[in-house]
T-cell receptor, first 117, second 111 residues
């Protein structure tokens, strides 16, 4: 299956600042997604990262707060902007492979554990 | 859009017993149903999945069943072991290819 490298693995940030999370895949993938997992909760889809165009955001998530880039088929970034303690969560990158990898389903990175103080 | 409900939220079993987790989904067009295991401090790991053209799939001690008519699917773990203790999530892939997750089940296997 695709191997995902997500950085940073964890961070503690001051409120009002921004953090950019990187997701690097070892092979070209068709789809890339960003999820949020609040403490003790399930995974909530933030957006679909579209290569070369604006991301598609889910209800409740906006580009100004969570700008996303996807310059190519193996890399994406998620920025959490103007952070508040309520943004403390695990942020996860997920990918769905190309035709040769589709049998591996959706793969997740190990996540970025963000604490906002 | 798709909505996935998962039950129970917690499940405690004795080692060697079976565990069953159930999910329902709302979108009849959904066609892919994976199950993930998440251990503390780690990302979700795919353990088994099923597509809508199949009713049952088994991989050693793990099996998944799908009832398209009733729009529900279940995870079955037999001969449970302490290392099976984790949080399990079901998910359904909606029309746009996005995965929508259930609320999760915390499974505890007691030695």
């Amino acid at each position: 299956s695709a191997v995902i490298s997500q950085k940073p693995s964890r961070d503690i940030c001051q409120r009002g600042t921004s953090l950019t999370i990187q997701c690097q895949v070892d092979s070209q993938v068709t789809m890339m997604f960003w999820y949020r997992q609040q403490p003790g909760q399930s995974l909530t889809l933030i957006a679909t990262a579209n290569q070369g165009s604006e991301a598609t955001y889910e209800s409740g998530f906006v580009i100004d707060k969570f700008p996303i880039s996807r310059p190519n088929l193996t890399f994406s970034t998620l920025t959490v902007s103007n952070m508040s303690p309520e943004d403390s969560s695990i942020y996860l990158c997920s990918v769905y492979g190309t035709e040769s990898l589709k049998n591996y389903g959706y793969t997740f990175g190990s996540g970025t554990r963000l604490t906002v103080v | 859009g798709e909505n996935v409900e998962q039950h129970p939220s917690t499940l405690s079993v004795q080692e060697g017993d079976s565990a069953v987790i159930k999910c329902t989904y709302s979108d009849s067009a959904s066609n892919y149903f994976p199950w993930y295991k998440q251990e503390l401090g780690k990302g979700p790991q795919l353990i088994i999945d099923i597509r809508s053209n199949v009713g049952e799939k088994k991989d050693q001690r793990i099996a998944v069943t799908l009832n398209k008519t009733a729009k529900h699917f279940s995870l079955h773990i037999t001969e449970t072991q302490p290392e099976d203790s984790a949080v399990y999530f079901c998910a359904a892939s909606d029309r746009g290819g996005k995965l929508i997750f259930g609320q999760g089940t915390e499974l505890s296997v007691k030695p």
